[in-house]
């Protein structure tokens, strides 16, 4: 069904019926109820709480697991901040402590994937983008300056990258 199509079968439909039809969704669909709860309740701190804690949980894990370092699970978290338009400066928290609490756990530990790296240059490329579309560059820059001096420290295979790619945006 094309959108055009859904909204003349929107508007054959009463109020009632229409109700009635968002109230199902919203039962039915997961995301629909998160969408719909997050507008007009956002509580948006706990959410940050808890994207937080799922993302340190990959490299701090709770007991004694070992550490998965995935990425994934944080662009899941941040790609649903996205879908619920959380705010800007919230969603760019989110992005850059992907990458401080990877930088602190690499810091602790050897890492030998070079795919770690590679990620994590991936994740600061996208969270630069992201603060400079978004025109709240110069409210994180101590972060990204942070971000890219730790990578250097730390001797990362691309450190180069990321000052290059830091001074690039931050210019």
């Not at 079968?9 to 039809?21: A, C, I, M, N």
């Not at 760019?92 to 590679?118: C, K, P, W």
């Amino acid at each position: 069904m094309s959108k055009r199509e859904l909204r003349k079968y929107l508007k054959s439909l009463t109020k009632e019926q229409l109700e009635e039809q968002i109230a199902e969704i919203y039962n039915r669909f997961k995301d629909v109820k998160e969408y719909y709860d997050f507008a007009f309740n956002p509580r948006e701190n706990e959410l940050m709480e808890q994207c937080r804690f799922q993302i340190s949980k990959e490299y701090y894990p709770v007991g004694s697991r070992r550490a998965k370092l995935r990425r994934s699970v944080a662009q899941k978290w941040i790609k649903k901040l996205i879908l619920l338009d959380a705010d800007s400066s919230l969603l760019a928290d989110v992005m850059l402590f992907n990458i401080e609490i990877a930088q602190s756990f690499s810091g602790e530990h050897l890492i030998r994937q070079e795919s770690f790296y590679t990620s994590l240059y991936k994740s600061f490329d996208e969270a630069l983008r992201f603060v400079s579309e978004k025109g709240i560059l110069t409210d994180f820059k101590g972060r990204i300056e942070k971000i890219a001096g730790d990578a250097f420290d730390q001797q990362w295979p691309n450190r180069t990258a990321f000052e290059d790619l830091a001074d690039m945006y931050l210019q």
